[in-house]
């Protein structure tokens, strides 16, 4: 019997160092090769420094081209079983190509996290408002969803996305499934290997600053809670790390505040293993963050807002606090940094998250019989979907001839 083969095609090459996005999609392709498929990672992004060295794990990397007809070439050639796309652009790009050359095989959407869903939080801060059904309902919005319709199945990060996409957008829940970061259990093994309170010290700030949330929770740690929480414990400094830092975040660096910006950190997990509490004091986003679960695996519990915790604890309680004033969230982050027991009491409550939560070994056996059984009855599953099947029609209709006259112009360039 023939390998089963996977071709993932992504919008950048995955960096699992430098993003909760390229961690994700490294899970996803080494659960993959654990199934025993043949797997590719194609894209028509540039090579960066930080990039995983796909090829010494087994995965072939390719370079794709778009609004090029040389990509339908390449997915005869390898003729995969199933594609994954990375993030609902990529769908918009190749989705077309993939349904006209190969229509049997199983095309699943990696959402990340719901991009329309982010960008009408970031707008609604912006304009200091609630995010109201006009933000909600946007071009972007419209465009995710079409891809999600188009796609035999979509990945959910996050039990609110799950929710939002139900209750207020009427997306079939056949075409969702909620697949978390896929984690190992904590043991106690590696609990017992865990610097002690005594043994850490100060506050930490980690994450992508390509990512806006990210630097929009620096900027706001500066201006709005560091004072706070310096001023009751003077000699406290927060360490500052994130890949992509750019010149506005790095000229908050000051010593005699004790906020001190590094910039890209080696290991986020060894950062974080030393520090005493992690601070991410975030205003809008979506899906879920991996600083988070990142923290929770070394044990370091975190004080955050009720977006930062979004879809994460579900029914337990956070590892560490969650408050949205900065008052609050300053007597909070002085109360844990202080109160050993407190301290002791949030890391377990991180580590019951990532166990009832965070499963890999559960999340991977559910996905595997999800893929299955959508496999063993694809024809159905599509006949059920004829939303999805009107979407792809004006897709090939539309994208598909757009893409060919820019195949076209840009044949006929000198």
């Given at each position: ?185 904590p043991s106690e093994a590696e609990n017992g290997d865990l610097p002690a309170f005594n043994s850490r010290k100060d506050f930490i700030s980690i994450g992508n600053f390509l990512h806006e949330p990210n ?200």
């Open positions: 019997m023939s390998q089963r083969k996977l071709l993932v095609i992504g919008y950048v090459w995955p960096e699992p160092g430098s993003s909760a996005a390229g961690a994700r999609m490294m899970q996803l392709l080494e659960f993959f090769l654990a199934e025993g498929f043949s797997v590719t990672f194609a894209t028509t992004a540039k090579k960066t420094d930080f990039m995983a060295d796909l090829p010494t794990l087994g995965i072939a990397a390719e370079k794709i081209e778009l609004n090029n007809a040389s990509f339908d070439v390449f997915l005869k050639k390898i003729s995969p079983e199933i594609v994954i796309f990375d993030r609902f652009m990529i769908e918009e790009q190749f989705g077309w190509r993939v349904a006209e050359v190969i229509p049997e095989a199983l095309r699943i959407l990696d959402t990340e996290d719901l991009h329309f869903y982010r960008k009408a939080r970031q707008e609604a801060v912006k304009l200091g408002a609630e995010v109201a059904l006009p933000l909600l309902f946007s071009d972007t919005a419209k465009r995710e969803i079409a891809s999600i319709y188009r796609c035999d199945l979509s990945l959910i990060i996050s039990e609110a996305e799950m929710q939002l996409l139900q209750s207020t957008f009427k997306v079939p829940e056949e075409l969702l499934f909620y697949l978390p970061f896929m984690l190992p259990t630097k929009d929770a620096v900027l706001r740690l500066k201006r709005e809670f560091w004072p706070l929480i310096r001023e009751k414990i003077k000699d406290a400094k927060i360490h500052i790390y994130g890949a992509y830092i750019p010149q506005q975040i790095l000229q908050l660096h000051n010593e005699r505040e004790g906020f001190l910006v590094h910039g890209r950190a080696e290991s986020a997990k060894r950062e974080l293993k030393k520090a005493k509490i992690l601070l991410a004091p975030l205003q809008f986003g979506a899906g879920i963050k991996g600083k988070f679960t990142d923290a929770m695996q070394v044990g370091t519990p975190s004080v955050t807002t009720r977006l930062g915790a979004e879809g994460m604890a579900l029914d337990l309680p956070w590892s560490g606090s969650v408050e949205d004033d900065p008052q609050k969230f300053a007597d909070a982050a002085i109360k844990l940094y202080s109160e050993e027991k407190l301290w002791l009491e949030a890391q377990q409550n991180g580590f019951r998250i990532l166990r009832e939560h965070f499963s890999e070994a559960v999340h991977k056996e559910k996905f595997r019989r999800k893929i299955q059984q959508i496999q063993e009855k694809l024809e159905v599953h599509r006949l059920a979907n004829f939303t999805g099947q009107m979407l792809q029609h004006h897709s090939l209709s539309s994208t598909k001839y757009l893409s060919k006259y820019i195949e076209a112009k840009n044949k006929d360039r000198p």
